[in-house]
């Protein structure tokens, strides 16, 4: 149940307290550079983590507005059909380039401080999120007894 965590350089920061606060709460985070092993390719490393999450956040300011990494890491996601929630620090529009992603999702708004308190509000989404999922994911032990069905 892996959550990517996208970011602009500027808001490393945030991007930081949220990485704490969801690995507090016990969900796995991944982020550049952190995550990235040395020698590695960080593009092809990253893309791979994205293929992989469970969840995406994208970090979301005028800085990510002009960022081209965090603009390729949210294509990439949508493509690959990942939970994006973008978490809003500071109140901006996205440029063209995130817009026609970005508007049809649900925001997390985090621009009243206390910052805290916005962490740990996108802690318990993504932790009832995990557990909706889990619960509504097909049981494999059980459907793994049975024949497949012969269609017509």
């Known amino acids: 149940m892996t959550v990517f965590i996208s970011y602009a350089d500027d808001d ?9 606060t969801l690995e507090a709460a016990g969900i796995p985070c991944w982020m550049a550079p952190r995550n990235i092993m040395s020698g590695a390719e960080p593009h092809v ?14 970090i979301f300011s ?20 990942v939970m994006l929630v973008p978490m809003r620090i500071q109140d901006t529009r996205p440029a063209a380039t995130l817009a026609s992603y970005l508007v049809t999702v649900h925001w997390l708004d985090a621009l009243t401080p206390p910052l805290e308190t916005h962490l740990h509000r996108l802690a318990e989404k993504l932790k009832r999120h995990f ?15 049975q024949e497949p069905s012969r269609g017509r």
């Open 12 to 20: 490393k920061p945030v991007a930081d307290a949220v990485c704490a």
């Open 62 to 81: 005028e800085s990510a507005n002009l960022s081209l990494r965090v603009w390729l890491e949210v294509e990439r996601a949508v493509n690959r059909a």
């Open 45 to 58: 490393t990253t893309m791979e983590a994205i293929d992989r999450c469970r969840a995406f956040v994208v």
């Open 131 to 145: 557990a909706i999922k889990a619960a509504t994911a097909p049981n494999r032990d059980a459907l793994a007894g």
